[in-house]
């Protein structure tokens, strides 16, 4: 069984700021619970470009700067998004890293603007909090 998905842009729409390429934006909006437009200030100031993703190493450097180091980085437990699901508790919140791509686990569910397949190798977790 897969964990729940629930759809969220981070609130981009609402702002009327929808990018392209903006996972990271929406992945730190919906995990620290702080509007689309003070997540993609904050990736700005850390080498995002409008309508454009980050690399890995800019995104860690973000993360690591959030809020006196509020995320810390982990090693991931599982190998896949589907194995996630035993090993992530129902309570914590955290930003998972796949191959170009990343999203948010709040609460046992995936939040994102697209689902993740269940397949999908994770490559980095992040705990927030």
Known sequence: MELP???SNGGAEG???REKSDCSVISLAVAACVPYVE????MRLHGRKWNQGMYSDDHAR???????????KIRPPAKTVAGLK????????YIVGVRGHV??????????ARPPKPNQKVTELWKVG
């Open 103 to 112: 999203f948010t686990i709040r609460q046992g569910r995936i939040w994102d």
């Open 86 to 93: 035993k090993l992530i508790d129902n309570f914590g919140t």
């Open 62 to 72: 973000a993360l690591k700067n959030w809020r006196k180091n509020s995320i810390k």
């Open 15 to 17: 702002a009327f700021l």
């Open 5 to 7: 998905y629930c759809y």
């Open 39 to 42: 997540a993609a200030r904050h």
